[in-house]
């Protein structure tokens, strides 16, 4: 596996996904990953981002930034709706505040370098406190082979979220963690999730997709360990 590491040729694409036409469905996901939703820019795309706790929620740092200017995307332009599903979401909450993380730069990085600090927690505007959305914890990442999950929207089925069970950790490049899960445009800021701990618990969130030999890929920060700087240096802020 080191070496598949070390041979490992990326050629990232970051996954903010193009806004697409409403589309009915059938299909109902566990009631378990409400806390998981679709964060909407005004007049423009979307990503998936994840309720950590009552007024914070945690997705990729790129999804803030216009993907054309690379300017900051103004936070009243943002809203999560928790359990986004055919058509309507548990909860509605807009954007107070963004606090990306301090090694992100949207500008001046590019591949794996951007992809190793892909964080930023976004503060509501007013609490989410509905009794069936739990936020989520954060934990550390396990170790490599690991089976994680990821949950996430994506332009082609931007109506109701996916679960990619099965997945492992494949390893770590350039301080990016590299994971055997298919993901696609719409999917950056998910999370993904170890689930040997007894209750799903974020260990990363998607930034990119890639491929190698031929198999698709899928690259994140590692959230555990990010956030802990994150958190520290933003106290204030993480405050409701």
């Known amino acids: 596996m080191q070496y598949f590491l070390k041979q490992m040729c990326l050629i990232i694409c ?31 795309g979307f990503c998936t981002a994840t309720l950590i706790g009552e007024m914070h929620v945690l997705t990729a740092a790129h999804c803030v930034y216009d993907a054309q200017s690379g300017a900051p995307v103004d936070a009243d332009d943002l809203e999560f709706r928790a359990g986004w599903q055919n058509g309507q979401a548990e909860s509605y909450r807009k954007i107070a505040a963004v606090k990306v993380h301090p090694d992100f730069s949207f500008a001046e990085q590019e591949g794996l370098k951007r992809v190793a600090s892909d964080l930023a927690i976004l503060r509501l505007r007013t609490p989410i406190t509905h009794p069936d959305i739990t936020p989520f914890s954060v934990a550390q990442m396990p170790t490599r082979g690991a089976r994680v999950a990821v949950v996430s929207y994506a332009h082609d ?15 770590r490049k350039e301080k990016a963690q590299v994971f055997g899960c298919e993901v696609d445009y719409g999917s950056s800021g998910a999370p993904v999730f170890r689930l040997d701990l007894g209750a799903p618990l974020i260990i990363s969130v998607i930034s990119a997709k890639s491929t190698h030999a031929g198999e698709p890929i899928s690259l994140g920060a590692a959230a555990g360990e990010k956030l802990v700087t994150l958190s520290s240096r933003g106290a204030n802020f993480l405050r409701p």
């Open 14 to 44: 970051i996954l903010q996904g193009a806004m697409v036409a409403n589309t009915a469905s059938s299909t109902d996901i566990d009631r378990q990953w409400l806390a998981v939703g679709r964060l909407n820019v005004t007049g423009g």
């Open 157 to 171: 089925r931007s109506q109701e979220p996916k679960v990619h069970q099965g997945c492992t950790i494949l390893g």
